[in-house]
């Protein structure tokens, strides 16, 4: 069964610091790995889709690197600003698995002033 | 392009009550999943719908279906409701150009539903 954990659970900045939120997943037979943020009361934003065969995607301030071997995920935000403050969500999709989304525990993040 | 929409966005229900939750994809995707989310739980896969088939299920009990009709619409149901229904009830579309598992989910806002 595909296990999915994200470390640290909450993680309190400064704005400005560059941070990196880790995500490890127990079963390396992945399709993709997606990152997400989801506000208060809110849905999931999509943030970065990472195929099985990249190593990397970027956007603006965001940069996803996956590592299948080893079963890990990292997001990188660089400059955080407060409006970065959200939880922030990796899931995998399984090979054979449909588009079925095993998620991780999340992040809590708070970037302050 | 007009997003995942899903209604009503917000529900109370009581105990043994039926509920049916409705979800428009994003133009032209024809995979829809369906997801519970709860402090204690996390989210959870409920099942997937793609041209009108249920593609994925996941483990609930059988008073979760659901369906998804030509458009690419969907619904879920709960019947006999249970306080630990209470959620988050989040539905993600996605277009499936190039195969299963490859494109980005887009999720919508959500369906909160309580239950008394």
């Known amino acids: 069964k595909q296990e999915v954990t994200q470390i640290p659970a909450a993680l309190s900045v400064p704005e400005g610091e560059n941070l990196v939120l880790n995500c490890s997943f127990t079963?390396?037979?992945?399709?993709?790995l997606q990152w997400f943020r989801q506000d208060p009361g809110k849905g999931l934003t999509s943030l970065l889709l990472i195929q099985s065969s990249q190593r990397e995607q970027t956007s603006g301030r965001l940069n996803a690197s996956l590592d299948k071997s080893s079963g890990r995920s990292t997001l990188y935000i660089a400059a955080s600003q407060p409006g970065d403050s959200a939880t922030y969500l990796c899931a995998v999709i399984l090979t054979g698995g449909g588009n079925k989304l095993t998620f991780g525990t999340g992040t809590q993040l708070k970037v302050e002033l | 392009k007009a997003g995942v929409t899903q209604t009503p966005r917000y529900l109370i229900k009581t105990r043994g009550q039926q509920v049916t939750l409705s979800c428009s994809p994003i133009?032209?995707?024809?995979?829809v999943s369906w997801y519970q989310q709860t402090p204690g739980q996390g989210l959870q896969f409920l099942f997937e719908?793609?041209?009108?088939?249920?593609?994925n299920k996941g483990n609930f009990p059988g008073r979760f279906s659901g369906r998804q009709f030509s458009n690419s619409r969907s619904e879920m149901n709960v019947s006999t409701l249970e306080l630990g229904d209470s959620a988050l009830y989040l539905c993600a579309s996605s277009l499936e150009q190039a195969g299963v598992g490859t494109d980005t989910q887009y999720f919508g806002p959500g369906t909160r539903l309580t239950v008394l």
């Open positions: 079963d390396s037979a992945i399709y993709n």
């Open positions: 133009s032209g995707h024809r995979s």
């Open positions: 719908y793609f041209s009108e088939t249920q593609r």
